[in-house]
């Protein structure tokens, strides 16, 4: 992410003002207008203070839908969610969403209030040691028991969250910090002297990577979020088309390759395509962008990519060989480092690997049994989304076998088009994750695609979608099993089913007590109506869809396997 999207603009005329009152300014400041959260007893001073504020305050019904709004609205957005919570419980309750937005690099600024300074350490009432919880899943965190010390922190914090490697950054402020008054003007500046995120790419390194590139027979793009992060989409695509190179995409990445694209491989890794995955494996350069090689994507690490010379390009200098061993690193800015290697990039002949690889799309698409039996195959639903929406809206999905058809169906067309859990795989992220960014993006058809697993877990939030009126809409593909536990017990567990079955609510009923509306589809005939009429309707809808119960995704890589190891199902 560029470094120039810093917002902070520090100003004077704090005297006088209270912690908590310095905390909104400085929100301000740096651009909040939105905020997402739950009030309780030691942060009352800061709410205290938001009752005026120009700054919308989203009261959600959990802190932990709170923290996934929050990473919604970032993920749609591109700017830091903002979160305020409670100390003790409701801060803790951040745990999960703070640890889901620290492995998929997601800005985003969380403050706790905590107990006051003098009880910290004696177990008082509501009191959790916040930075010491969250250290491992957050990109930085403070305790902040001075209000002199606040502005400074929180321009600190947003900086930390946005620029480099972005992350979340929490702040933990004693409740005495809140209502202390500055008795003069605080220092402001930044205080930061070993953060200094790289940029701007080695020309030597850039040049060797071309070179590289120029020189493979079968060069493939392996296209991680970073491209979406640093907003280099463009340059990406730019770079693919000159060099003439075919681009598979993580989870993370889908949309910064358009998938109608003859070049594009769609998805990689464990379920990913069957093409992308032997592509793969006979490739001679993988030029691997804003990715970190994880082990979903890479299977049985000895054998990926044997035949490959790997140029790793990447901001965070930690990821260079950290999985996989690097042959031309280049640390920097997607963006910076992928124009520069466009002036170097030439066209050759590649009509043999790109037939091999046309072939391979032809013969091995995602796929699925469509003779119809009655019953509606979840695969369906997304293509019906996909082409009722052209193909244009913001997805947000839960965790499980959904999550896995949506990205192999759907068609993503564009970035920031996916709002999906990828490292940390959360379950219930979907729900909280969709109303986020469709606050963020109030243009946009929002929709969460969802299991009934997954959406059990956070759709109380639908009642915060309600109370705002969202015109966000939820497809819950019911199928009355943890599907993807269901699966790997089919598979590698004989059949022995347990604990999986998942009866659900009927969450059409659940809609109408939340006070949003809900619709039901059973047959295969009812399913495009009942998309449809869900996209016909003006506020939050809930679209339920009973599908086949025991459908599988396909392909699928074992654990432990290589990636052309693949089980590609009964219609191989």
Not at 195 to 217: F, L
């Amino acid at each position: 992410m560029a470094e120039s999207n810093a917002k902070a603009t520090p100003s004077a005329g704090y005297i006088g003002a209270s912690g908590a009152q310095m905390i909104e300014r400085t929100l301000r400041e740096e651009g909040v207008d939105l905020i997402f959260g739950f009030p309780g007893g030691v942060v009352l001073p800061l709410f205290d203070v938001l009752y005026g504020s120009p700054i919308k305050f989203v009261l959600t019904r959990h802190e932990q839908g709170a923290t996934h709004m929050a990473d919604g609205y970032a993920r749609a957005t591109g700017k830091p969610g903002v979160v305020i919570v409670t100390s003790g419980p409701g801060a803790t309750n951040t745990v999960t969403g703070l640890a889901n937005a620290n492995m998929d690099s997601i800005p985003m600024v969380v403050i706790t209030g905590q107990v006051k300074s003098t009880l910290i350490g004696n177990d008082a009432f509501q009191e959790a040691d916040m930075t010491g919880i969250t250290r491992p899943i957050t990109k930085h965190n403070f305790l902040v028991k001075r209000a002199e010390d606040l502005g400074r922190v929180l321009h600190e914090a947003f900086h930390i969250a946005r620029t480099g490697r972005p992350g979340p950054v929490l702040v933990d402020v004693p409740v005495d910090a809140l209502v202390n008054k500055l008795a003069e003007e605080p220092d402001l500046a930044m205080r930061l002297p070993g953060y200094k995120p790289r940029y701007s790419g080695h020309t030597g390194q850039i040049k060797t990577a071309a070179d590289a590139i120029n020189a493979a027979q079968r060069p493939v793009l392996y296209v991680g979020g970073g491209v979406v992060i640093s907003g280099a989409t463009q340059e990406l695509r730019a770079v693919m088309h000159k060099g003439k190179l075919p681009a598979t995409t993580t989870l993370m990445a889908l949309g910064s390759v358009d998938e109608s694209d003859p070049l594009a491989l769609q998805m990689l890794g464990m379920h990913g395509s069957a093409s992308a995955n032997y592509a793969v494996q006979e490739c001679d350069c993988l030029i691997a962008v804003g990715s970190r090689f994880d082990d979903r994507v890479t299977g049985k690490l000895e054998t990926f990519a044997p035949h490959a010379k790997i140029i790793h390009v990447d901001i965070d200098p930690t990821s260079i060989s950290k999985n996989v061993v690097v042959d031309i690193p280049v640390v920097g800015d997607c963006k910076d480092i992928l124009a520069r290697m466009l002036e170097h990039i030439q066209t050759p002949d590649r009509s043999a690997w790109l037939d091999k690889i046309a072939n391979w799309k032809k013969k091995h698409p995602f796929k699925y049994d469509r003779s119809g039996d009655g019953k509606i195959k979840p695969q369906a639903v997304i293509e019906a989304v996909g082409d009722l929406t052209d193909h244009d809206a913001i997805i947000a999905t839960g965790v499980g076998q959904h999550q896995m058809w949506a990205a192999q169906f759907y068609g993503w067309r564009k970035p920031r088009q996916i709002i999906t859990s990828g490292g940390l795989g959360t379950m219930g992220f979907g729900c909280p994750a969709a109303i986020g960014a469709q606050f963020g993006r109030p243009d946009a058809a929002v929709i969460d695609i969802d299991g009934d697993g997954s959406f059990s877990m956070t759709m109380v939030e639908v009642i915060t979608a309600v109370a705002h009126d969202l015109p966000v809409k939820f497809v819950v593909l019911d199928n009355g099993y943890l599907g993807m536990v269901r699966q790997w017990q089919e598979m590698f567990y004989g059949r022995r089913y347990s604990s999986v079955n998942h009866p659900c609510p009927d969450f059409v009923k659940v809609a109408e007590a939340f006070g949003a509306r809900g619709l039901r589809v059973s047959h295969p005939g009812e399913l495009r109506d009942g998309v449809s009429e869900m996209l016909k309707s003006p506020g939050p809808t809930i679209l339920v869809a009973d599908v086949e119960e025991e459908e599988n995704v396909y392909p699928m890589v074992a654990s432990g396997k290589s990636l052309h190891e693949m089980d590609l199902g009964k219609l191989a």
